[in-house]
């Protein structure tokens, strides 16, 4: 896991772990932790690269580890995911300029940028409540009983907190209140209260001494990820203080546009705050990675963490401007500057909402050149939040997440539901269904594959598929038998030799014939440059391309793409991927192949242009992309895309293209 062992995976492990009556135990060197306690996993402090040992004891011994391992690895595939979407996310933050910068020179104070936006509004400070804590001791039983019920009204809080935050925000934040319940349902720390309790102490005192113990046990640990973990249970934990204290939580009232100050925010302080008046998030400790600044990109809030304790001492009440790209906040601001970042704000504003109004409109250039703009996704679900935010179809459903996570492949019903799922979801759209793409990165282990030195350059997608004859018959079977409820185009990945795609034609149409289907347009995904190359050979063989720019790209500069240090120069506007792009294009347009691009690429806004600039027909991408990337098109003509498109093929470097 690229960022170790973090509350969401080890929160699975517990799930897992509690499935079985055994004691589990994960290891690391001679450090252990309860495999069903979440914070004794957090607290081991595992990071990328470290060796842990699984160990367990009990009637279902053998069992519990086979299924933790299978968890284990399965997840691994996500975290990575993860990881490079939040390095894009951020690569790409820094790469763009500031929309606003001050004109005079007002007080500035610099954090960490957590959640893009600027904003203008009063400064409040949100101080967290201070408990105080007598130690009464009462009656033993009557102080456990107390503690647990304590513990369970919370724990329904959080369930409530997770149902609603899934439908106002999605299920990975949703993730985070699941991940709360289980830091409370940790055996350890109710285990270490109630000693206290039976040592003689009151039941508030010895809940606080047992959570603040493990809070700072968390905070010791050296990853900054893993630390940030503290806080959410000092969150939680605190909940509990406050009901067997008989507090109630006070949430701020707030009566104009504010830019909250704290020393710290909790995630579900996060979520209680007014968002008719919080405009902005300033926090003096934490980082980018916690919850609370997860929270605060997915409300579009604008937030800088990190910012030190002069923030604190910012006067309350003052107009303050925060822009939570650059990770600043500005302070005795010009009534000129503030005129002028309410501009901004306006024009933004202004261009979402027009995004979101012209999301359905085709992305015809200024000259009347169409290209179609598509989603990539992995579920009937994704397409239907893709076509909602303007995608005109599917140009790339990734088949392998259903194999994931789970402990045998999927059989030919199951699949054949989930593809008539997507072919209802889409409407009659174009849906575009990759092949499973296992191996390099994505490994299933149920399927028992050899361990290889370098996965990238082994047995990967098509290669794999040829190989394990029964994974491809029953995914082609499902697939043509779903074709019965909508159109489906089939796209094999990484082909490498001609040969390859005669014998996978040739198994679609037995395959075919066996479940009597309908007859599917077949396509192959461009991510080896020998693909690229030899594009004429390959173009008459197929029925479209599309090009898979992460890992052309990967292939072309051999740059791992999850590699940690070097992956930023991954860049797939290097001029020599373009290139391959370009000798693709050129080859399907002399055969009249149908070509789209399904990489990073295509919903980057310059890539988007320079593609289209190249002649592709089609760019598919995230759905949040979409509606941006589509306006992009709209705002410029065909003929100067093309001009681009030629200038970035005779660039040097991907910063020269970039500098275009
Ligand atoms: C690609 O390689 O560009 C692609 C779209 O496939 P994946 O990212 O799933 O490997
Ligand atoms: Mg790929």
């Known amino acids: 896991y690229p960022n170790g062992l973090h509350a969401r995976p080890a929160t699975r492990w517990v799930e897992t772990a509690k499935r079985f009556a055994c004691d589990l135990r994960v290891y690391k060197a001679l450090e252990f932790a309860d495999a069903k306690a979440l914070t004794g996993l957090l ?26 391992l299978d968890v284990m690895q399965a997840l691994s595939a996500d975290e990575k995911a993860d990881a490079e979407r939040a390095r894009r996310n951020a690569l790409a933050a820094r790469r763009s300029a500031p929309d606003w910068l001050p004109d005079g020179s007002p007080q500035a104070i610099y954090g960490i940028g957590a959640s893009p936006g600027l904003a203008i509004g009063a400064l409040v400070r949100h101080v967290s409540h201070q408990f105080e804590v007598h130690d009464s001791p009462a009656d033993v039983i009557a102080d456990g009983e107390a503690l647990e019920s304590a513990v369970l009204a919370i724990s329904q809080e959080l ?65 900054p990820l893993l630390a940030a973990r503290a806080l959410d249970l000092r969150d939680v934990g605190e909940r509990v203080l406050a009901r067997l204290l008989g507090i109630e939580r006070q949430s701020l009232v707030l009566k104009q546009a504010s830019i909250l100050v704290a020393d710290d925010l909790t995630p579900s302080d996060t979520l209680q705050l007014d968002m008719n008046f919080v405009v902005g998030l300033a926090i003096s400790s934490g980082g980018p990675t916690s919850h ?17 304790s002069a923030l604190l001492a910012a006067p309350e009440g003052q107009l303050a401007v925060i822009d939570g790209g650059l990770g600043a906040v500005y302070l005795e601001v010009s009534q000129t500057d503030r005129d002028a970042v309410a501009t901004v704000i306006a024009r933004q504003l ?42 005109e179809g599917v140009g790339l459903m990734r088949t392998e997440f259903l194999f994931l996570e789970r402990n045998s492949a999927p059989d030919e019903e199951e699949q054949y539901r989930v593809y008539r799922d997507m072919t209802e979801a889409m409407g009659g759209r174009t849906l575009i269904i990759r092949a499973l793409d296992i191996g390099g990165d994505k490994k299933v282990p149920y399927l028992n594959l050899a361990k290889e030195e370098n996965p990238f350059l082994g047995v990967r997608g098509a290669r794999l598929l040829l190989l394990r004859q029964d994974l491809l018959y029953t995914q082609l079977r499902a697939l043509y038998r779903a074709a019965a409820h909508g159109p489906i185009r089939i796209m094999f990945p990484m082909v490498t030799h001609t040969s390859e795609i005669e014998a996978l034609r040739s198994h679609c149409e037995r395959a075919r014939a066996q479940v009597n289907g309908p007859q599917l347009k077949i396509g192959i995904m461009v991510e080896v440059p020998a693909v690229a190359v030899m594009a004429e050979k390959f173009a008459p063989l197929v029925d479209f391309f599309s090009v898979g720019t992460n890992d052309l790209t990967q292939y072309t500069l051999a740059i791992d793409r999850q590699h940690p240090e070097l992956a930023p120069q991954a860049d797939s506007l290097h001029p020599a991927v373009l290139d391959l792009i370009a000798r693709t294009v050129a080859a399907a347009k002399k055969h009249g192949t149908w070509v789209g691009v399904c990489g990073g690429l295509a919903g980057d806004p310059l890539g988007a242009r320079i593609l289209t600039g190249l002649g592709v027909d089609e760019l598919s991408m995230s759905a949040q992309d979409v509606a941006s990337v589509k306006a992009t098109l709209r705002g410029d003509s065909y003929s100067a895309m093309q001009v681009l498109a030629q200038r970035a093929l005779a660039a040097g470097s991907a910063d020269e293209v970039r500098a275009l």
């Open 43 to 68: 607290a081991l402090g595992a990071t990328r690269g470290d060796s842990l040992r699984v160990a367990a004891r009990g009637p279902d011994a053998r069992r519990a580890v086979d299924a933790l």
């Open 159 to 223: 369930q409530t907190l997770e149902t609603q935050t899934r439908t106002r925000l999605g299920a990975s934040e949703a993730a985070i209140f699941a991940s709360q319940r289980e830091l409370i349902a940790d055996a350890d720390l109710l285990r270490e209260a109630l000693a206290s309790i039976l040592r003689g102490h009151g039941v508030a005192w010895a809940w606080q001494a047992a959570l603040q113990a493990r809070v700072e046990k968390l905070q010791a640990v050296a990853d």
């Open 292 to 308: 609370t600044a997860i929270l605060a990109r997915t409300l579009g809030l604008p937030a800088v963490v990190a910012a030190g």
């Open 350 to 391: 202004a261009e979402r909402n027009a995004l979101r109004e012209s999301r359905y409109l085709p992305a015809t250039t200024t000259d009347g050149h169409t290209v179609e703009v598509a989603a990539n996704v992995a579920n009937a679900k994704q397409a239907r939040v893709a076509i909602e935010a303007g995608a």
